[in-house]
T-cell receptor, first 113, second 117 residues
């Protein structure tokens, strides 16, 4: 099976712009989670989508949003970018069973200037 | 809320030697999963090993094994016969088994492992 894929891999934006990141899960996985990784805050959970519904949400401002499509692909959007949004954004997918493990994509590195 | 703590920001080991990375966690739940992930310079997060809390037997995957102490809320990772390719940042992670928690992982701060030739 192909792994989790994320596009784009690298992105440079300026303050005030918005950005959309994409994640394609492993085939058959219906859960997609997003994480933000920064040197200062470490790995933080953003949100999870399951069958096109947001199932869980971390403690991030409303500028961070997401959605999931019927094919389980997910997008994450950040509006009105701030310098502090510069980070590695990781996507992970998981199968349906309770004991299923999450597998991560390669990440999208976002730099906000 | 659950928390995960890795008290060793950096560790080093000689090639072919054994090293143990520490992790403690805090939870009021009895059913959960614990994981060790590895993040090499490529930044790809790779699952190393997992442990179900209801299992008393410690998980083992080739050169990687864990020491799971549920009462002490401790979950250490032992790497035997260390190889240069083991050099990476290692993260300990917790996931609740409750359905309402979904797939959410809580991560520790990470331990940077250096392997010296």
């Amino acid at each position: 099976k192909a792994g989790v894929t994320q596009t784009p891999r690298y992105l440079i934006k300026t303050r005030g712009q918005q950005v959309t990141l994409s994640c394609s899960p492993i085939s058959g996985h219906r859960s997609v989670s997003w994480y933000q990784q920064t040197p200062g805050q470490g790995l933080q959970f953003l949100f999870e989508y399951f069958s096109e519904t947001q199932r869980n949400k971390g403690n991030f401002p409303g500028r961070f949003s997401g959605r999931q499509f019927s094919n389980s692909r997910s997008e994450m959007n950040v509006s009105t970018l701030e310098l502090g949004d510069s980070a590695l954004y990781l996507c992970a997918s998981r199968g349906t069973g309770k004991q299923e493990t999450q597998y991560f994509g390669p990440g999208t590195r976002l730099l906000v200037l | 809320a659950q928390t995960v703590t890795q008290s060793q920001p950096e560790m080093s080991v000689q090639e072919a030697e054994t090293v143990t990375l520490s992790c403690t966690y805090d939870t009021s739940e009895s059913d959960y999963y614990l994981f060790w992930y590895k993040q090499p310079p490529s930044r790809q997060m790779i699952l190393v090993i997992r442990q179900e809390a209801y299992k008393q037997q410690n998980a083992t995957e080739n050169r990687f094994s864990v020491n799971f102490q549920k009462a002490a809320k401790s979950f250490s990772l032992k790497i035997s016969d260390s190889q240069l390719g083991d050099a990476a940042m290692y993260f300990c992670a917790y996931r609740s088994a409750r359905e309402t928690s979904g797939s959410r992982l809580t991560f520790g701060e990470g331990t940077q492992l250096t392997v010296n030739p």
